[in-house]
């Protein structure tokens, strides 16, 4: 059983800069692939950003791209999401995922993550 505990949100002003971290604990939480994704009041879930098992390889949707960064320390079990240049549409609940099982490839979908944290809010004000 896997756990993910997502924490570093808040409240930022337009331009600002935040880094939200997303802990893993369980049996071998170093060979799952780590996500992120958002969800604002009345809209679907969205996927931010995947990191594959080792880190080496990382993919973002095309509406943060340039904005924001995803990377892991495995020494720490733990996933970060670095975002910048924040605006008033970045506010959201932030939720960190992990799919069913090691070792597979991230995927962009809801559906291909089971394990899921209890979300961190960001709100970003002008």
């Known amino acids: 059983q896997v756990q993910l505990a997502e924490s570093g949100g808040g409240l930022v002003q337009t331009g600002g800069s935040l880094r939200l971290s997303c802990t893993a604990s369980?049996?071998?939480?170093?060979?799952?692939?780590l996500a992120w994704f958002r969800q604002s009041p009345g809209k679907e879930r969205e996927f931010l950003a995947s990191i594959n098992w080792t880190g080496r390889n990382s993919y973002y949707s095309d509406s943060i791209k340039g904005r924001f960064s995803i990377s892991r320390d495995n020494a720490k079990n733990t996933a970060y999401l670095q975002m910048d240049d924040l605006k008033s549409a970045d506010t959201a609940v932030y939720y960190c995922a992990a799919p069913p099982a090691r070792g597979l490839v991230p995927a962009n979908l809801v559906d291909d993550y089971y394990y899921w944290g209890q979300g961190t809010q960001v709100t970003v004000s002008s």
């Open positions: 369980g049996p071998g939480v170093r060979d799952y692939a």
